[in-house]
Each structure stands twice: as structure tokens, then as C-alpha cells.
């Protein structure tokens, strides 16, 4: 009570009170409203850039920064070194065999090529016509290509690797731009690249493209 007329005191403004904290649950929906978020590692390796994440069923492998593909381990068994684990190392290898295939015929080391072709390749022009058989042919038919097209942009993208005993099959897409006569061309397009391993060695055995976007 008030000394005066026993009136009571006005209430007395009080300290502004912290805001409350938001509820946990905006947090979450915050969260999920961005999508889920990959946790990307480095993974050992002396000849290219290889990185990997976890995900259901196996991994996701960015290599060279071209694509990502995926790789399965249903149990996340592969540490990032052991080389027991071959399906994932394996992966890396054939994406790096085709990656250094292009890099000869690209820099004019047609004889490297001997490294990666069988001796019997066969390689199909898309539409299955023509075809050419045997190591020379092969070896001609990209000097024949390099001698009248100067190629000033290839990139590749996407590779998918599928290995079945001696055998493999890799696939990636490819963008290129190259110049001949005086004109520029911009292509994409497909690679199919079959491969034989013999006497502990893979080749190449078959070879096609399939043609994608063209411009000039």
C-alpha cells in the first residue's frame, strides 16, 4: 500500500526481456527446406583428383571435377585406401585410362596409343558406318582427324563404368570445339569404350560414338 491514500503504486516498467530462443522445430524444417547436405573427403591418389561421399547404398566419387558417378558399397567398407577394395579403385583406373587415351590423340603421341588399343580394335563411326579394324587403322584415323581439325576445347563429363569380369565398358560425354578450313565446329556427344583385359593388360577392343548436339 501507498503512504498516500493507500492508493497503489503504478506498475514500474520492468528490463526488456531476452527474445526466446526459436523453437527447435523451425530449425529442422529450416534445414530440410535446404536439402541434404554432402560431407565431400579427398581421397589418396597419385594421378588424379578424386574426392567421395557417403551416400545410401555406396558412394558418390567426383574425379577430375568432370562428373560425379556412383559407386556401390552397400556396408561403406572402403576406408579411402585399401586397395582390396577394387570396385572402387577400379572405377578411378578406367576413368583415368580413358582420360589419358584422349590426351594422345589430342597432343599428336599417336604411337602412345599402343598402350591403349588392341592390336584387333575395332572402332564404329556413329551411325555404324564405316567401320575400322586393327591398331593401324585406328592409329590413322585420328591422325587423319587431328591433321585437319585444330581442336581448342574437349571436356568430359559423366563417365559410368560397368566391369564385368575381363571385360569393361566405360561411357562419358564429351563436349568439343574445333576448328577446320576456316570454320568452327561445336559438337557433343557420347563415347562408348569397350574394353579386354589380356594376359593382365586392358585394351580397347571396341570403340563408338553417340552424336549429340551440333552447331557451327
Not at 14 to 35: I, N
Not at 125 to 132: F, I
Request: net charge negative; hydrophobic share 40%; charged share 20%.
Amino acid at each position: 500500500m501507498a503512504a498516500t491514500g493507500g492508493a497503489k503504486s503504478p506498475p514500474q516498467p520492468s528490463a526488456a526481456a531476452a527474445p526466446a530462443p526459436a523453437p527447435a522445430v523451425e530449425k529442422v524444417l529450416e534445414t530440410a527446406a535446404a536439402g541434404p547436405h554432402l560431407e565431400w573427403e579427398q581421397v589418396d591418389s597419385s594421378e588424379y583428383s578424386v574426392r567421395r561421399t557417403a551416400v545410401p547404398g555406396g558412394w558418390l566419387l567426383a574425379l577430375n571435377g568432370s562428373g560425379v558417378t556412383f559407386v556401390p558399397d552397400p556396408k561403406h567398407q572402403w576406408d579411402g585406401t585399401s586397395p582390396e577394395f577394387s570396385p572402387m579403385l577400379g572405377t578411378a583406373d578406367f576413368i583415368s585410362f580413358a582420360e589419358r587415351l584422349d590426351r594422345c590423340w589430342m597432343e599428336g603421341r599417336f604411337d602412345d596409343l599402343e598402350a591403349f588399343l588392341a592390336k584387333d580394335v575395332v572402332l564404329v563411326a556413329p551411325g555404324g558406318t564405316p567401320r575400322s579394324e586393327g591398331l593401324a587403322q585406328a592409329i590413322e584415323s585420328y591422325r587423319q582427324f587431328t591433321s585437319h581439325a585444330q581442336v581448342n576445347r574437349f571436356k568430359t563429363s559423366d563417365h559410368a563404368v560397368t566391369l564385368r569380369g575381363d571385360t569393361a565398358v566405360i561411357e562419358y560425354q564429351w563436349e568439343m570445339t574445333w576448328i577446320a578450313a576456316g570454320e568452327e565446329h561445336n559438337e557433343t556427344g557420347r563415347e562408348v569404350l569397350v574394353l579386354s583385359r589380356r594376359d593382365g593388360n586392358w585394351r580397347a577392343v571396341w570403340r563408338t560414338q553417340i552424336p549429340g548436339a551440333k552447331s557451327n
